[in-house]
């Protein structure tokens, strides 16, 4: 399991900043990490179902983890990115990555 500051990691972000289709080149994004006792469980599930456009299970593991700690930004952020994606699917072909649409 990936770790970040000695802690398992359990969202990884990838965002495209808006007006453009592709992430910056650089360092690859830093972890995201739900600081909850045991982050990895339901993040490992919000992070599958994300990363496969199962929403309505991403949106429900997500909470889950909000559930578990309220101050827990990370899962609440892909608890509305997953609203918007569920929304305005992204196709078939999609990366995992967010275009923001907002500056």
């Known amino acids: ?5 000695g802690q398992p990691a ?3 972000a990838t ?3 808006s007006g453009r289709g592709r992430p ?3 360092p690859p994004p830093r972890d995201i990490i739900a600081h909850t006792q045991t982050p990895a469980a339901p993040g490992a599930a919000a992070t599958a179902s994300y990363r ?3 929403w309505d299970a991403a949106i429900e593991a997500f ?3 909000v559930a578990l700690n309220p101050r827990d930004k990370a899962a609440t952020l892909y608890v ?3 609203q918007t994606l569920k929304e305005t699917p992204p196709g078939g072909d ?3 990555v967010f275009v923001m649409e907002t500056k």
């Open 15 to 17: 965002l495209a900043p």
């Open 10 to 12: 359990s969202y990884k």
């Open 1 to 5: 399991m990936a770790t970040c500051h």
């Open 94 to 96: 999609w990366d995992g």
């Open 24 to 26: 910056p080149r650089g």
């Open 52 to 54: 496969a456009q199962r």
């Open 63 to 65: 909470e889950s983890a």
């Open 80 to 82: 509305a990115r997953c």
